[in-house]
């Protein structure tokens, strides 16, 4: 399906791709993994044909459709269904051409493709896809415009799904998803019928939906079987195995070098000593896949614990607008150990929620009481514009540390994993993993007691992701934690709150349990669905006759003028049969006689009218 050969690729005199050779079969889902930075955007532009390379090739299988995430969101009045719907150009082709021909059997061609395609089961399978992406059946008859940039988002990849071609392009597809819809995506994934390219930092969906992996470290791509979690155990024994050849390697060298360092100047030994000499020169270094260890997160513990409860509501709402409150009957207790990730599907009130905690929003009813000492810090992916991007990181930190010496801001930026290359960077120059990696820190700088986590993790590779779970490990503060990773809620959670049905609750279960929930809900789905395939099935096969109608009525009417032809030879030959008619009226009979030629012609013209109709009638109910 797709081939990649001899790629070598620089970008602003980087060598990101050198030399890279693989392939994707038909039907063969590849996750392509690897740090931030390391190039993998860059390979996925490279296939699209958007960036020109130094040499090699990229290309796809003759006639196959290439689909990908644009990162320019759908806007406009139209709605997000007839969005989705129009992602399949075909069918868009055909209903216009069913509207417009005329002619019977190019009708029932556009027919039978039509039934081909599931075309009238389309709009039953693009609100599948919404509706577990998390558009309510109400918000997909909204306009694009109605909706926010990550929305938007979400609906460009509902249309590329639903349009299924033959090679599907994702580029970190989760970081507009909630934990629903991520849970969704994967098990879509499972299903779809071409071959996937992901670019991705989510392990859970690497586990479940890929059938490689593709690692690019050092312009090179390595590519191993199975899932992410066995991807880590391939590479670790390679590395094993690549760490002990070159252990012996220099083993070998050692030895070689001591027997040319004693006998490098002995008449009896020197052709020996030039032999090792020259073995030692043709020695290729082992290369390892020993990647730099990624910088900790410096996760202040709170300097004075909290006795509990450090947050109670007592029958609490929150909302925006007066007397239309989204959460109510809020009766929840919070402790200072607490670890606790909040479930459930966007739009729900997770956001609203962490923002009552962290003092952002004010009850509208009931109480929500807490310690007046209490710190906290609150990280969400909009707080980035919060950063000035003309200043440095230096002086985001010198803001914080006013009577603090440069060296003692120097060293506590240093913890935060931002060295001196970054130090004295930009932050609208910085990398957005390395934005919400400074963000982070800052907020956390002083040592809150509760620290709300929101998303965190959308900007991070796989490796902050686990320097995250470390740090959360280490902090002896509160956590609430709203994030799609899977991995990041089973490291660092204990409880697990569900936003429901206009309220907040304890989930009494464990990330499995929810799992098995939603995939519950997306085979209850996916059977109505397979109803509405049935009713569209049925749909078409109605279509299908009432195409073929016209070419029945035309046989039908040909053969009742056939039968009326007939039926006239019938007759003028009864009336020549008498012999009297020549003797009486010998004119009737010449006309009786040229009547019947005229007939008997007109038969043999419509008798190959009604063959050629039939002929026409059987190819079309044969297709």
Known sequence: MLHINNLVCRVEGR?????????????????????????????????????????????????????????????????????????DTERQQLLSAADTETDPHKIADIQTRLSDISAYSAEARAGAILHGLGFSTQEQNNSCSSFSGGWRMRASLAAMLFAAPDLLLLDEPTNYLDLEGAIWLETHLKRFPGAVLIVSHDRDLLNTSVHQIAHLNAGKVTIYEGGYDSFEKQMAERQRLDMAMRGRQEEERRRLQAFVDRFRYSASKARQAQSRVKRMEKMQPIATIVENPVAPFDLPCPKRPMAPPMIRFEDASVGYEPGKPILNNLNLAFDPDDRIALLGRNGQGKSTFAKLIAGKLAVMGGHMRHHKRMQVAYFAQHQLDVLTPEETAYTHVCALMEGASEAQRRSRLARFGLGAAH?????????????????????????????????????????????????????????????????????????LWIVQNGTVRNYDGDMDDYRRQMGEKERKASSQVK?????????????????????????????AELERLRAGVVQIEAALAKPELYDRDPEQATSFNMKRNRTLKRIEEVENLWLEAQEKFERARNQ
């Open 531 to 559: 109803v509405q395939a049935g009713l569209a099935k049925r749909q078409a096969k109605a279509n299908r006759r009432e195409s073929l109608a016209p070419l029945r009525r035309n046989i039908a009417r040909l053969e």
């Open 423 to 495: 130090a004295e960077t930009p932050v609208g120059d910085l990398s957005g993993g390395e934005k919400a990696r400074l963000l982070l820190n800052l907020i956390a700088f002083n040592g809150p007691h509760l620290l709300i986590l929101d998303e965190p993790t959308n900007h991070l590779d796989m490796d902050s992701r686990a320097a995250l779970a470390d740090a959360l490990d280490t902090y002896e503060g509160a956590v609430l934690l709203i994030s799609h990773d899977r991995f990041l809620i089973e490291r660092s959670i204990d409880r």
């Open 15 to 87: 060598l990101l791709i050198d030399n890279v050779s693989f392939a994707l079969l038909p039907r063969t889902r590849m996750g392509l993994v690897g740090r931030n930075g390391t190039g993998k955007s860059t390979l996925l532009r490279i296939i699209k044909g958007e960036l020109e390379t130094i040499s090699g090739t990229s290309r796809i299988r003759k006639s196959a459709r290439m689909g990908s995430v644009d990162q320019e969101a759908p806007g406009g009045s139209q709605s997000i269904m007839d969005f989705v719907l129009s992602a």
